[in-house]
């Protein structure tokens, strides 16, 4: 029996920890056996490959495609996730007080 994990193919996650840290894509394939993801467009890898000898074969020269990141370091992100920051930053600035200046704090400690 395969183990269970907190994402699946397809969803779109956010990388929490490591150095594509703060980034987003959609997970295009999981590893259950060494528990990692391949994210669209994160972790990128090159290689060098040789030109085939036959019809069929491909062709030479530096190949980029997506490495892989442990699923450990993925959190599911959901497009209510993605809104809630901007919305809550709007209403926090809407709502506040302004700030009391310190010469009204200076005012009032003569006074007494």
Do not use: Y
């Not at 994160?42 to 997506?66: P, Y």
């Not at 901007?86 to 200076?106: F, H, R």
């Amino acid at each position: 029996m395969s183990p269970k994990f907190h994402v699946k193919r397809g969803d779109v996650v956010l990388v929490i920890a490591g150095a594509q840290k703060g980034k987003s894509g959609k997970i295009l394939e999981i590893i259950a056996s060494s528990q990692r993801a391949r994210v669209e467009g994160l972790a990128l890898i090159k290689r060098h490959v040789k030109k085939g000898s036959d019809k069929n074969a491909q062709e030479g020269g530096i190949i980029t495609r997506e490495g892989t990141i442990h699923i450990s370091n993925l959190k599911l992100q959901t497009a209510a996730v993605k809104e809630k920051p901007a919305s809550a930053k709007a209403a926090k600035t809407k709502d506040k007080p302004a700030k009391k200046s310190s010469a009204k704090k200076a005012d009032k400690t003569d006074k007494e």
